[in-house]
């Protein structure tokens, strides 16, 4: 990806991570810069995502299943002590 492809994309993307949709800079310096997703089953190229967000996708097998549930789960115990 040559500079000009990497600001255009980023810039497509409002500057904002393809999956939580939160800046990369500012507010959110700690998350890092970001890094380019890709699928590991056909090597293609996906959003820019803050790189805490691409290790949880890689912690949860990138399963859907597993991140539904990973969400029901949140819900279930949101706002218990």
């Known amino acids: 990806m040559t500079p000009e492809e990497y600001y255009r994309k980023l ?3 409002n500057n904002l991570c ?3 949709h939160k800046p990369f ?3 959110d310096l700690d998350k890092g810069s970001p890094v380019l997703d ?3 089953v056909d090597g293609s190229q996906r959003d820019f995502i803050h790189r805490e967000c691409n290790t ?3 912690l ?3 399963d859907p299943e597993i ?3 990973a969400a029901e789960y949140i ?3 949101k706002g218990s002590v």
């Open 11 to 13: 810039s497509s993307q």
């Open 18 to 20: 393809g999956l939580c």
């Open 25 to 27: 800079y500012g507010e």
């Open 38 to 40: 890709h699928s590991h």
């Open 56 to 58: 949880a996708l890689g």
């Open 60 to 62: 949860l097998k990138e």
């Open 67 to 69: 991140c539904i549930a």
């Open 75 to 77: 819900v279930k115990w």
